[in-house]
């Protein structure tokens, strides 16, 4: 007799196995979603500027690499200037627009690479008619003769990396980051950036190891560059006195103060524009790297093309040097006769 609980199986017949099936969602697109104003608030810029951007770098990027769901060029920028401007993790960027996770990481990373490309066309250091104008331009702000750039370093944050030098990443603050050089134009733009060097290394030593600075070395810049304290006094970078005593030196360090400022503003309205700086860039080192010099190559743009700055939000500490470095007695030398000359009277 046959148990109640025993199921002959062979006289079952067996349904095919059918998987569900795959809902393909609608992809929203911001630049039809969002009025004028939720747009700027969103992308800390206008939706014509974000439009010739788009045209900008569509020949760049191909949608085939997606395979059954390709994603347009148009969104791909999107998608990038929507983590750029707001430093939100991928997840959220990603349920803005319809994407997942990982492929929003894939397009953040190929867009920023397309971006980097357009390096040359958008942070330059000005030629020899453009080194006059700066002269000018500078003197009406700061009172200050011969500027034609001024240097600062920048500490954005990055996470723990996980390879053996990953303490060499950490900063005199405690925390991980990526120490970007950078020279700014009177008009609050990159004329040059370097974005390779981990937190722990001296601002002074990143610009002795540039191009910049060989480029100085060997006479090919005729004017001046102003940097802090951090950095060696030469005769063609000058720093304040940390003691000032005579009043052409007090009148020197306070031209030099107002001058130098234009880069920190400069910081400012970046970190303001781009809150990924601000936020931990959760990439690997290089990786980071190429977003932070993407982000400078848009806020030129940006700059040129008219779009305003945003409302600085908070302003960063002032990042003062850790040592004063050596200066020899000829870069002392130059920053006396210089101050004596210009501002003795």
Same mark, same amino acid.
């Given at each position: 007799?046959?148990?109640?609980?025993? %199921?002959?199986?062979?006289?079952?017949? %067996?349904?095919?196995?059918?998987?569900?099936?795959?809902?393909?969602?609608?992809? @929203?697109?911001?630049?039809?979603?969002?009025?004028?104003?939720?747009?700027?608030?969103?992308?800390?810029?206008?939706?014509?500027?974000?439009?010739?951007?788009?045209?900008?770098?569509?020949?760049?990027?191909? @949608?085939?690499?997606?395979?059954?769901?390709?994603?347009?060029?148009?969104?791909?920028?999107?998608?990038?200037?929507?983590?750029?401007?707001?430093?939100?993790?991928?997840?959220?960027?990603?349920?803005?627009?319809?994407? @997942?996770?990982?492929?929003?990481?894939?397009? %953040?990373?190929?867009?920023?690479?397309?971006?980097?490309?357009?390096?040359?066309?958008?942070?330059?250091?000005?030629?020899?008619?453009?080194?006059?104008?700066?002269?000018?331009?500078?003197?009406?702000?700061?009172?200050?003769?011969?500027?034609?750039?001024?240097?600062?370093?920048?500490?954005?944050?990055?996470?723990?990396?996980?390879?053996?030098?990953?303490?060499?990443?950490?900063?005199?603050?405690?925390?991980?980051?990526?120490?970007?050089?950078?020279?700014?134009?009177?008009?609050?733009?990159?004329?040059?950036? %370097?974005?390779?060097?981990?937190?722990?290394?001296?601002?002074?030593?990143?610009?002795?190891?540039?191009?910049?600075?060989?480029?100085?070395?060997?006479?090919?810049?005729?004017?001046?560059?102003?940097?802090?304290?951090?950095?060696?006094?030469?005769?063609?970078?000058?720093?304040?006195?940390?003691?000032?005593?005579?009043?052409?030196?007090?009148?020197?360090?306070?031209?030099?103060?107002?001058?130098?400022?234009?880069?920190?503003?400069?910081?400012?309205?970046?970190?303001?524009?781009?809150?990924? =700086?601000?936020?931990?860039?959760?990439?690997?080192?290089?990786?980071?790297?190429?977003?932070?010099?993407?982000?400078?190559?848009?806020?030129?743009? =940006?700059?040129?093309?008219?779009?305003?700055?945003?409302?600085?939000?908070?302003?960063?500490?002032?990042?003062?040097?850790?040592?004063?470095?050596?200066?020899?007695?000829?870069?002392?030398?130059?920053?006396?006769?210089?101050?004596?000359?210009?501002?003795?009277?």
């Amino acid at each position: 007799r046959t148990s109640p609980y025993i %199921v002959d199986f062979k006289a079952q017949a %067996v349904a095919p196995f059918r998987p569900d099936r795959r809902v393909v969602m609608d992809r @929203s697109n911001p630049l039809n979603d969002f009025d004028e104003i939720n747009f700027r608030d969103r992308f800390r810029m206008y939706k014509a500027t974000a439009a010739d951007i788009i045209s900008l770098l569509e020949t760049r990027l191909s @949608s085939d690499s997606f395979r059954g769901m390709p994603i347009p060029p148009s969104l791909q920028v999107l998608i990038t200037l929507r983590f750029l401007a707001c430093g939100t993790f991928h997840r959220e960027t990603g349920d803005l627009c319809g994407v @997942s996770e990982p492929t929003v990481c894939k397009i %953040v990373h190929k867009v920023c690479k397309a971006i980097c490309e357009l390096k040359d066309d958008y942070i330059k250091f000005p030629d020899a008619a453009g080194q006059a104008n700066y002269k000018v331009e500078f003197f009406e702000y700061g009172n200050f003769p011969g500027v034609i750039g001024c240097i600062d370093g920048c500490h954005i944050p990055i996470k723990c990396p996980s390879t053996a030098d990953s303490e060499e990443y950490r900063n005199r603050k405690n925390w991980f980051s990526i120490n970007v050089q950078s020279v700014c134009t009177p008009t609050m733009q990159f004329s040059n950036i %370097v974005a390779r060097w981990k937190g722990a290394t001296h601002d002074s030593r990143i610009f002795q190891n540039s191009c910049l600075y060989a480029q100085f070395e060997g006479g090919q810049h005729s004017g001046i560059i102003l940097g802090d304290s951090g950095y060696a006094q030469t005769n063609f970078l000058f720093t304040p006195y940390l003691h000032a005593v005579t009043p052409e030196q007090q009148r020197y360090n306070q031209a030099h103060i107002r001058t130098r400022g234009t880069v920190e503003r400069m910081f400012g309205v970046w970190k303001s524009r781009f809150q990924c =700086l601000r936020n931990t860039l959760r990439f690997e080192p290089r990786r980071c790297c190429i977003v932070i010099i993407a982000t400078a190559v848009l806020h030129n743009y =940006l700059k040129q093309h008219g779009c305003p700055d945003p409302q600085m939000e908070h302003r960063d500490e002032p990042d003062l040097p850790m040592v004063e470095p050596d200066n020899d007695r000829y870069g002392l030398a130059c920053r006396d006769a210089f101050a004596w000359r210009h501002f003795s009277q």
